[in-house]
Protein backbone atom coordinates (compact mmCIF):
# COMPACT_ATOMS: atom_id res chain seq x y z
CA UNK A 1 0.00 0.00 0.00
CA UNK A 2 2.85 2.37 0.75
CA UNK A 3 4.39 1.69 -2.69
CA UNK A 4 0.95 2.38 -4.16
CA UNK A 5 0.90 5.94 -1.95
CA UNK A 6 4.41 7.03 -3.19
CA UNK A 7 3.50 6.55 -6.82
CA UNK A 8 0.14 8.33 -6.50
CA UNK A 9 2.17 10.88 -5.00
CA UNK A 10 4.89 11.02 -7.31
CA UNK A 11 1.84 11.18 -10.11
CA UNK A 12 0.61 14.08 -8.64
CA UNK A 13 3.50 15.94 -7.97
CA UNK A 14 4.27 15.62 -11.76
CA UNK A 15 1.00 16.79 -13.06
CA UNK A 16 1.27 19.93 -10.54
CA UNK A 17 4.66 20.75 -12.00
CA UNK A 18 3.51 20.28 -15.56
CA UNK A 19 5.00 23.57 -16.43
CA UNK A 20 8.07 23.25 -15.39
CA UNK A 21 8.70 19.80 -17.06
CA UNK A 22 7.51 21.27 -20.44
CA UNK A 23 9.93 24.53 -19.94
CA UNK A 24 13.02 21.97 -19.64
CA UNK A 25 11.65 19.67 -21.98
CA UNK A 26 11.99 22.29 -24.73
CA UNK A 27 14.65 23.91 -23.36
CA UNK A 28 16.61 21.29 -23.98
CA UNK A 29 15.45 20.41 -27.71
CA UNK A 30 16.33 24.27 -28.38
CA UNK A 31 20.00 24.46 -29.41
CA UNK A 32 21.88 27.62 -29.54
CA UNK A 33 22.41 27.76 -32.95
CA UNK A 34 18.43 28.07 -33.73
CA UNK A 35 18.00 30.53 -30.86
CA UNK A 36 20.80 32.85 -32.30
CA UNK A 37 23.82 32.41 -29.40
CA UNK A 38 27.08 31.79 -30.78
CA UNK A 39 29.08 29.22 -28.58
CA UNK A 40 32.49 27.38 -28.80
CA UNK A 41 33.96 24.66 -26.95
CA UNK A 42 32.24 21.30 -25.96
CA UNK A 43 28.93 21.25 -24.15
CA UNK A 44 27.83 18.58 -21.78
CA UNK A 45 23.73 19.17 -23.29
CA UNK A 46 22.86 20.18 -27.26
CA UNK A 47 20.19 22.35 -26.27
CA UNK A 48 20.10 25.62 -24.27
CA UNK A 49 21.63 26.13 -20.33
CA UNK A 50 19.49 27.36 -17.93
CA UNK A 51 21.64 30.99 -18.00
CA UNK A 52 21.33 31.31 -21.83
CA UNK A 53 17.45 30.46 -21.59
CA UNK A 54 17.60 32.78 -18.77
CA UNK A 55 19.30 35.56 -20.46
CA UNK A 56 17.49 35.53 -23.64
CA UNK A 57 14.04 35.81 -21.93
CA UNK A 58 15.10 38.71 -19.71
CA UNK A 59 14.42 37.25 -16.25
CA UNK A 60 16.85 35.24 -13.46
CA UNK A 61 18.81 31.98 -13.72
CA UNK A 62 17.12 30.96 -10.54
CA UNK A 63 13.74 31.79 -11.35
CA UNK A 64 13.96 29.69 -14.43
CA UNK A 65 15.78 26.91 -11.99
CA UNK A 66 12.64 27.10 -9.65
CA UNK A 67 10.23 27.09 -12.19
CA UNK A 68 11.10 23.95 -13.70
CA UNK A 69 11.35 22.37 -10.58
CA UNK A 70 7.82 23.17 -9.44
CA UNK A 71 9.17 25.33 -6.45
CA UNK A 72 7.70 28.56 -8.42
CA UNK A 73 4.01 28.39 -9.53
CA UNK A 74 2.11 30.83 -10.71
CA UNK A 75 4.36 32.74 -13.46
CA UNK A 76 2.88 35.82 -15.04
CA UNK A 77 1.79 36.36 -18.51
CA UNK A 78 4.94 38.63 -19.03
CA UNK A 79 7.55 35.57 -18.11
CA UNK A 80 5.56 33.40 -19.85
CA UNK A 81 5.20 35.41 -23.06
CA UNK A 82 8.86 36.03 -22.43
CA UNK A 83 10.08 32.49 -22.31
CA UNK A 84 7.71 31.34 -25.39
CA UNK A 85 9.33 34.05 -27.63
CA UNK A 86 13.19 33.18 -26.15
CA UNK A 87 12.29 29.25 -26.88
CA UNK A 88 10.71 30.82 -30.32
CA UNK A 89 7.44 28.03 -29.97
CA UNK A 90 4.62 27.68 -32.37
CA UNK A 91 1.19 29.15 -31.42
CA UNK A 92 0.01 25.68 -30.63
CA UNK A 93 3.62 25.13 -28.45
CA UNK A 94 2.95 29.07 -26.87
CA UNK A 95 -0.77 28.26 -25.52
CA UNK A 96 -0.10 24.85 -24.28
CA UNK A 97 2.87 26.54 -22.01
CA UNK A 98 0.50 29.44 -21.10
CA UNK A 99 -2.41 26.65 -19.83
CA UNK A 100 0.56 24.37 -18.46
CA UNK A 101 0.91 27.94 -16.20
CA UNK A 102 -2.96 28.15 -15.67
CA UNK A 103 -3.15 31.52 -17.86
CA UNK A 104 -5.41 31.77 -20.59
CA UNK A 105 -3.61 31.90 -24.18
CA UNK A 106 -3.55 34.77 -26.25
CA UNK A 107 -6.58 35.85 -28.19
CA UNK A 108 -7.06 33.33 -30.87
CA UNK A 109 -9.04 36.12 -32.83
CA UNK A 110 -5.92 37.64 -33.68
CA UNK A 111 -3.47 37.30 -37.09
CA UNK A 112 -0.38 36.14 -35.36
CA UNK A 113 2.43 38.14 -36.69
CA UNK A 114 5.30 35.38 -34.99
CA UNK A 115 7.36 33.36 -37.06
CA UNK A 116 7.90 30.39 -35.39
CA UNK A 117 11.10 28.35 -35.49
CA UNK A 118 9.57 25.17 -37.85
CA UNK A 119 9.01 28.38 -40.58
CA UNK A 120 12.43 29.36 -39.75
CA UNK A 121 13.86 26.20 -40.68
CA UNK A 122 11.48 25.46 -43.48
CA UNK A 123 12.77 28.60 -45.15
CA UNK A 124 16.51 27.81 -44.69
CA UNK A 125 15.59 24.53 -46.06
CA UNK A 126 13.95 25.94 -49.42
CA UNK A 127 18.11 26.76 -49.99
CA UNK A 128 18.60 29.60 -52.58
CA UNK A 129 14.65 30.40 -53.28
CA UNK A 130 13.63 33.08 -53.39
CA UNK A 131 10.93 33.04 -50.62
CA UNK A 132 9.06 35.22 -48.05
CA UNK A 133 6.68 34.88 -45.26
CA UNK A 134 3.61 36.45 -44.46
CA UNK A 135 0.77 36.60 -41.91
CA UNK A 136 -2.18 35.64 -42.60
CA UNK A 137 -3.41 39.04 -43.33
CA UNK A 138 -0.92 39.27 -45.94
CA UNK A 139 1.29 41.79 -43.71
CA UNK A 140 4.84 40.85 -44.88
CA UNK A 141 7.12 39.18 -41.77
CA UNK A 142 10.55 38.58 -43.23
CA UNK A 143 12.21 37.34 -46.44
CA UNK A 144 15.45 35.80 -47.43
CA UNK A 145 18.15 37.32 -49.95
CA UNK A 146 17.25 35.45 -52.82
CA UNK A 147 13.83 37.07 -52.16
CA UNK A 148 15.18 40.69 -52.61
CA UNK A 149 18.09 39.51 -55.75
CA UNK A 150 14.74 38.67 -57.67
CA UNK A 151 11.55 40.83 -56.46
CA UNK A 152 13.33 43.74 -54.88
CA UNK A 153 13.91 45.07 -51.11
CA UNK A 154 10.04 45.02 -49.14
CA UNK A 155 10.89 48.00 -47.19
CA UNK A 156 11.14 50.09 -50.52
CA UNK A 157 7.94 48.82 -52.01
CA UNK A 158 5.96 51.68 -50.05
CA UNK A 159 2.69 49.10 -48.85
CA UNK A 160 0.89 50.68 -46.09
CA UNK A 161 1.33 48.61 -43.12
CA UNK A 162 3.63 46.51 -45.00
CA UNK A 163 0.55 44.67 -46.22
CA UNK A 164 0.45 43.45 -49.36
CA UNK A 165 -3.51 43.94 -49.86
CA UNK A 166 -2.83 47.78 -49.07
CA UNK A 167 -0.28 47.96 -51.77
CA UNK A 168 -1.90 46.16 -54.30
CA UNK A 169 -5.02 48.44 -53.86
CA UNK A 170 -3.47 51.63 -53.00
CA UNK A 171 -5.92 54.88 -51.93
CA UNK A 172 -5.85 56.31 -54.66
CA UNK A 173 -7.62 53.44 -56.66
CA UNK A 174 -5.54 53.69 -59.45
CA UNK A 175 -4.04 50.10 -61.03
CA UNK A 176 -0.96 50.20 -62.11
CA UNK A 177 2.08 47.28 -62.36
CA UNK A 178 1.05 44.45 -60.02
CA UNK A 179 3.05 45.99 -56.50
CA UNK A 180 4.27 42.33 -54.96
CA UNK A 181 7.65 44.08 -56.30
CA UNK A 182 10.17 46.92 -56.56
CA UNK A 183 9.79 46.68 -59.88
CA UNK A 184 6.65 45.18 -62.41
CA UNK A 185 5.01 41.79 -62.61
CA UNK A 186 3.08 40.90 -64.46
CA UNK A 187 0.53 38.00 -63.38
CA UNK A 188 -0.01 35.03 -66.21
CA UNK A 189 -3.98 35.07 -64.84
CA UNK A 190 -4.13 38.83 -65.17
CA UNK A 191 -4.38 41.26 -62.59
CA UNK A 192 -8.10 41.08 -62.46
CA UNK A 193 -8.07 37.36 -61.38
CA UNK A 194 -5.13 37.98 -58.90
CA UNK A 195 -6.37 40.63 -57.34
CA UNK A 196 -9.68 38.57 -56.74
CA UNK A 197 -7.77 35.41 -55.20
CA UNK A 198 -6.08 37.67 -52.72
CA UNK A 199 -9.35 39.29 -51.73
CA UNK A 200 -10.85 35.89 -51.71
CA UNK A 201 -7.68 34.50 -49.05
CA UNK A 202 -8.21 37.86 -47.43
CA UNK A 203 -11.64 37.21 -46.81
CA UNK A 204 -11.05 33.87 -45.19
CA UNK A 205 -8.82 35.37 -42.55
CA UNK A 206 -11.21 37.98 -41.55
CA UNK A 207 -13.68 35.18 -40.80
CA UNK A 208 -11.30 33.46 -38.85
CA UNK A 209 -10.18 36.08 -36.42
CA UNK A 210 -13.15 38.45 -36.11
CA UNK A 211 -11.52 40.54 -33.31
CA UNK A 212 -8.42 41.46 -35.07
CA UNK A 213 -9.20 45.43 -34.79
CA UNK A 214 -6.09 45.92 -36.68
CA UNK A 215 -7.35 43.58 -39.56
CA UNK A 216 -10.62 44.72 -39.00
CA UNK A 217 -9.16 48.37 -39.27
CA UNK A 218 -7.63 47.85 -42.66
CA UNK A 219 -10.66 46.41 -44.54
CA UNK A 220 -12.47 49.33 -43.49
CA UNK A 221 -10.41 51.70 -45.00
CA UNK A 222 -9.46 50.26 -47.86
CA UNK A 223 -13.10 49.90 -48.07
CA UNK A 224 -13.64 53.23 -48.01
CA UNK A 225 -10.50 54.35 -50.21
CA UNK A 226 -10.81 51.72 -53.06
CA UNK A 227 -13.54 50.72 -55.03
CA UNK A 228 -11.91 47.73 -57.03
CA UNK A 229 -11.51 46.29 -53.38
CA UNK A 230 -14.67 47.17 -52.41
CA UNK A 231 -16.57 45.63 -55.33
CA UNK A 232 -14.25 42.43 -55.11
CA UNK A 233 -15.21 42.38 -51.13
CA UNK A 234 -18.60 42.22 -52.11
CA UNK A 235 -19.04 39.27 -54.43
CA UNK A 236 -18.12 37.18 -51.65
CA UNK A 237 -15.49 34.85 -53.36
CA UNK A 238 -13.64 32.35 -50.52
CA UNK A 239 -10.56 30.42 -50.93
CA UNK A 240 -7.20 30.34 -50.13
CA UNK A 241 -4.80 32.01 -52.36
CA UNK A 242 -3.12 29.26 -54.39
CA UNK A 243 -0.36 31.30 -56.15
CA UNK A 244 0.55 32.07 -60.20
CA UNK A 245 2.76 31.91 -63.05
CA UNK A 246 4.12 35.55 -63.44
CA UNK A 247 6.86 37.25 -65.09
CA UNK A 248 9.32 39.89 -63.82
CA UNK A 249 10.45 42.46 -65.41
CA UNK A 250 14.32 42.45 -63.91
CA UNK A 251 16.30 45.54 -64.16
CA UNK A 252 19.43 43.20 -64.23
CA UNK A 253 18.49 40.63 -66.47
CA UNK A 254 15.44 41.20 -68.29
CA UNK A 255 12.28 39.22 -68.36
CA UNK A 256 12.29 36.25 -65.64
CA UNK A 257 9.02 33.75 -65.67
CA UNK A 258 8.80 32.35 -62.13
CA UNK A 259 5.69 29.80 -60.23
CA UNK A 260 4.66 31.86 -57.25
CA UNK A 261 3.88 28.77 -54.73
CA UNK A 262 2.00 29.00 -51.43
CA UNK A 263 3.15 27.36 -48.54
CA UNK A 264 1.17 26.74 -44.92
CA UNK A 265 3.75 25.36 -42.60
CA UNK A 266 1.82 23.38 -40.75
CA UNK A 267 0.07 24.38 -37.04
CA UNK A 268 0.38 27.96 -38.41
CA UNK A 269 -1.44 30.24 -41.06
CA UNK A 270 1.45 31.93 -42.46
CA UNK A 271 2.04 31.99 -46.27
CA UNK A 272 5.15 31.49 -47.61
CA UNK A 273 5.84 32.25 -51.12
CA UNK A 274 8.23 30.75 -53.09
CA UNK A 275 9.64 31.44 -56.81
CA UNK A 276 10.27 28.74 -59.09
CA UNK A 277 11.43 28.73 -62.58
CA UNK A 278 11.18 25.54 -65.01
CA UNK A 279 14.29 23.72 -65.68
CA UNK A 280 16.71 24.08 -68.18
CA UNK A 281 15.26 27.28 -69.07
CA UNK A 282 16.87 31.16 -69.75
CA UNK A 283 14.51 31.56 -66.39
CA UNK A 284 16.65 29.51 -64.43
CA UNK A 285 20.04 30.77 -65.88
CA UNK A 286 19.05 34.33 -64.66
CA UNK A 287 17.76 33.39 -61.30
CA UNK A 288 20.82 31.34 -61.10
CA UNK A 289 22.77 34.63 -62.06
CA UNK A 290 21.25 36.67 -59.58
CA UNK A 291 21.99 33.81 -57.11
CA UNK A 292 25.87 34.12 -58.22
CA UNK A 293 25.21 38.07 -57.06
CA UNK A 294 23.21 37.37 -54.12
CA UNK A 295 25.36 38.29 -50.54
CA UNK A 296 25.53 35.11 -48.06
CA UNK A 297 23.76 34.39 -45.84
CA UNK A 298 21.28 33.79 -48.83
CA UNK A 299 18.96 31.40 -46.34
CA UNK A 300 18.46 33.69 -43.37
CA UNK A 301 15.26 35.69 -42.90
CA UNK A 302 15.73 39.56 -42.87
CA UNK A 303 12.56 41.37 -41.42
CA UNK A 304 11.47 44.84 -41.30
CA UNK A 305 12.21 45.38 -38.13
CA UNK A 306 16.34 45.61 -38.37
CA UNK A 307 16.51 44.28 -34.70
CA UNK A 308 14.47 41.29 -35.22
CA UNK A 309 16.45 39.90 -38.48
CA UNK A 310 17.44 36.33 -38.41
CA UNK A 311 20.10 35.06 -40.29
CA UNK A 312 20.94 32.36 -37.90
Known amino acids: MADVAGMADMADMAAMNHFGMTLRGWRERMSPQDSGLTVGGERRISGLRREELAGLAGISVDYV ?16 TALARALRLDPSE ?18 SREIPLSARRLVRQLGDVPAAVFAADWTILGWNGMWT ?24 GSRGPAPIAAWPIRPGKGIEAQEEDLVADLRVTAAAHPHDARLASLVERILRSNPRFARLWSNGTVGPYAG ?4 IEHPLVGDIALDIDTLIPAGTD ?8 AAETTATEKLAALRASCPPPRDGLTHPDPETSDQG
Open 65 to 80: MLLEQGRARNPSVQVV
Open 94 to 111: RDHLFRCAGLVPPSVGKV
Open 149 to 172: AAIGDPRAYGWDERSLVAGTFPAS
Open 244 to 247: DHVT
Open 270 to 277: LRILTCAT
